[in-house]
Structures are given as structure tokens and as C-alpha cells.
């Protein structure tokens, strides 16, 4: 296996208009290796970004900042999304969301899309990452 490659990463105001930023670097950024899954990475990146403005203490600070760090692992794209965290709440997968509800499905659709995701928290927030496996 060869070594990990960062392919980039980016910081960003934890602000709804740094979601399509960070999905516009990405998208750059999955162009140079040619991923085959690059359109379901953009859609994980918007969800994780979305999420990390709305429910992280990065969306609710004045100067609240949210990173994107992309890699490739021979094949298989890493995504990194790190926020301040949320004390007293964990990211979860809503189950229960209704068929007209705006929103609600995001780590459900990481679930159901990446390889592998999950959640650790750090010194300084929290980092929510996916992986997608390539042909």
C-alpha cells in the first residue's frame, strides 16, 4: 500500500456560505486524482460541512471556524470535517425523520454512502471524517 496522500486542506468560516466553498475545493481537489466516487464525496462534504455550522459550538462563536482536510489512501479518499464540537451532544443518525422534513438526513447519508465514517472527539472539537473506496 502506498503512502497516504493529503491531497489539501482547507479553513473556513463556519458560516452556510463556506458550504459550497468547501464543496468548489473538493471538487478541485478530486479532479487531479480522478476519484470514481467524487460526486458522492461532494454530497458527504456538503452534509459534514452543513452539519459542523448548524449543530457545532464553530457555528455558534463570532469567529467559529470549520476545516475540510481531504486525503487519498491508494484508491480509497479520506475526508476530514473538524469543528469546535458541541458539549453534551454526540453526532448521531436520525432514523426517525419525516418524508417532508427539510433536513435531518445527513449522517444518515454518510451511513449509506461512505465505506467507513465516524467521530472522535479532539483537544479542540471534533473531527467527523468518512472514507469512499475506489474502483
Known amino acids: 500500500m502506498k503512502p497516504p496522500c493529503l491531497l489539501g486542506q482547507i479553513c473556513l468560516p463556519a458560516q452556510v456560505d463556506s458550504v459550497p466553498i468547501a464543496r468548489q475545493y473538493v471538487r478541485l481537489l478530486l479532479q487531479v486524482v480522478e476519484h470514481a466516487q ?10 459534514l460541512v452543513t452539519n459542523a455550522v448548524r449543530h457545532s459550538d464553530s457555528g455558534r462563536l463570532p469567529d467559529g471556524r470549520v476545516a475540510v482536510a481531504v486525503a487519498n489512501y491508494d484508491g480509497t479518499l479520506h475526508v476530514d470535517v473538524i469543528d469546535a464540537g ?32 465516524g467521530w472522535q472527539e479532539t483537544p479542540t472539537g471534533r473531527v467527523v471524517w468518512f472514507q469512499l473506496t475506489g474502483p
Open 86 to 117: 458541541s458539549t453534551g451532544h454526540q453526532p448521531r443518525v436520525c432514523t426517525d425523520v419525516g418524508l417532508d422534513s427539510g433536513g435531518g438526513r445527513g449522517l444518515w447519508l454518510v451511513q449509506e454512502l461512505a465505506s467507513a465514517w
Open 38 to 47: 467524487a460526486d458522492d464525496a461532494l454530497l458527504l462534504v456538503s452534509e
